[in-house]
């Protein structure tokens, strides 16, 4: 069972560009989620889908977008990279209702130079 | 919205020592509350959780109490080993499966 797979595990960015980060999962989770961990920050919502074509904005979404065309992917999209941006980045998925938290992938470390 | 609080930031026991993290909650609705243990250059992992009809659990080293009436959850660990280093993460939901907010975490260190 691979769970869930991030990449890519690193990249450095020059500001402005852009760029995506890709999530899947082999779970069937209908949920699936971005959060950034930030030092003494804990994890923040970014965004996060409740199924297939379904997307909301979490606490912190302004810079980055997402979409669901399919259950398995949840790629985050950076639209013009600031350094603000620099943080370690975790997708998590699990079932809307089921009460078993989240599964987390291995997260992507970003550096916006 | 919620708000999690964690305390303390950095814990330090000796091994076979026990050790407690305490969290806070601020909204009474949420149902939900799941512990995280993160190791280094890894994702958090589920290491135990609770529901709000729930007083307490155990799996055993580890346990989770809650006080709902004073908004308020800890995550016990005895018997502490080398192995169980790493940082601890509290959440809190009002829908079980979504958008959990977490505290800010706890580093804990087991010295030999």
């Known amino acids: 069972n691979a769970g869930v797979t991030q990449t890519p595990k690193f990249q450095v960015l020059k500001t402005g560009q852009s760029m995506t980060l890709q999530c899947a999962q082999d779970?069937?989770?209908?949920?699936m989620s971005w959060y950034r961990q930030d030092p003494g920050m804990g994890l923040r919502l970014i965004h996060y889908?409740?199924?297939?074509?379904?997307?909301d904005q979490g606490e912190v979404p302004n810079g980055y977008n997402v979409s669901r065309s399919t259950t398995e992917d949840f790629p985050l999209r950076l639209l013009s990279a600031a350094p603000s941006q620099t943080s370690v980045y975790f997708c998590?998925?699990?079932?809307?209702?089921?009460?078993?938290?989240?599964?987390f992938g291995s997260g992507t470390r970003l550096t916006v130079v | 919205g919620e708000n999690v609080e964690q305390h303390p930031s950095t814990l330090s026991v000796q091994e076979g020592d026990s050790a407690v993290i305490k969290c806070t909650y601020s909204?009474?609705?949420?149902?939900?509350f799941p512990w995280y243990k993160q190791e280094l250059g890894k994702g958090p992992q589920l290491i135990i959780d609770?529901?709000?009809?729930?007083g307490e659990k155990k799996d055993q080293r580890i346990a989770v109490t809650l006080n709902k009436t004073a908004k308020h959850f800890s995550l016990h660990i005895t018997e502490t080993q080398p192995e169980d280093s790493a940082v601890y993460f509290c959440?809190?939901?009002?829908?079980?499966?979504?958008?959990?907010?977490f505290g800010p975490g706890t580093r804990l260190s087991v010295l030999p």
């Open positions: 998590a998925s699990s079932y809307s209702k089921g009460g078993n938290g989240y599964t």
């Open positions: 889908s409740v199924g297939a074509g379904i997307t």
């Open positions: 959440a809190a939901t009002l829908n079980y499966g979504q958008n959990f907010v």
């Open positions: 909204d009474s609705a949420s149902n939900y």
């Open positions: 779970m069937n989770h209908e949920y």
């Open positions: 609770i529901r709000s009809n729930v």
